[in-house]
């Protein structure tokens, strides 16, 4: 069924805004050929026709700016999608936590937030935007490089370090049809199945459901779940697809 909502943002807006996931997704290199398939697809029919992936270069934080516009709802709205690219496989790297804060400042958004990610970084107590008290299980974390898996703070500690981004992130508004089928095709309908990785018959690596190993999860499901409400009730579509 046809979309009854005209799209709030600008072909040049939605451009912008992609090119920035893409430059976040892309920032610790770790982007795989299954996503880069979706994004290409995702891309080709429905947010921004006009963009070529495989000639794709990173977007700057004043090109940005520039493509977005100067509404603060908008421009923090894209943040807190491009925070979600950066979480969704429950790694948050330097190179994803860099870019972020570049395109916060030019974009003369409040950078607070990021600081609780920033504690979840190897060898980080807070970060430079406010001091924050790091899970005290931070140097048991896997890193491979300038990456660390989001932790959970420790329960006895009293202390979420991770309850600003929570809170920021739940604020997103689903206003925008393409957005809203962007973010139901990228985040998983339902938490990805642990499973064994075996090489000759042997088990190397054990990986946990997703929904274990990412506290910001809940963030992630609430907003495809908007996503889809806003497609279905505000939209007028057929989300069948979707689940």
Known sequence: MATAVTSTYSSAQ?????????????????????????????TRDELAPGL????????????????????PSLRENFLRTAVMVAVADG?????EDEMLQSFCHVLELDCSVLASLRATLPGQAGGAD??????????????????SGLKPPAQSSGIDVLKPARTWLDGL?????RVARFLCKMIPAQCPFERDVKLFGKKIVHIPP??????????LVGLRFRSLCYLAD??????????
């Open 234 to 243: 505000d939209c007028g579509e057929d989300v069948s697809q979707f689940c």
């Open 91 to 95: 790694i948050y790297s330097t190179p």
């Open 210 to 219: 997703m929904c274990k190993i990412n506290p910001l999860y809940e963030q």
């Open 130 to 147: 406010e001091p924050l008290t790091a899970p005290s299980t931070a140097s048991t974390l896997p890193a491979v490089g300038p990456a």
């Open 173 to 177: 508004d689903v206003d925008d049809p």
């Open 52 to 71: 070529n992936v495989e000639q794709f270069e990173p977007i700057s934080a004043e090109e940005l700016a520039e493509g977005l516009g100067d509404r």
């Open 14 to 42: 939605m451009t912008a805004w992609l090119r920035g996931l893409l430059s976040v997704a892309w920032a610790d290199g770790n982007f795989d050929e299954i996503e880069r398939e979706l994004i290409s697809e995702l």
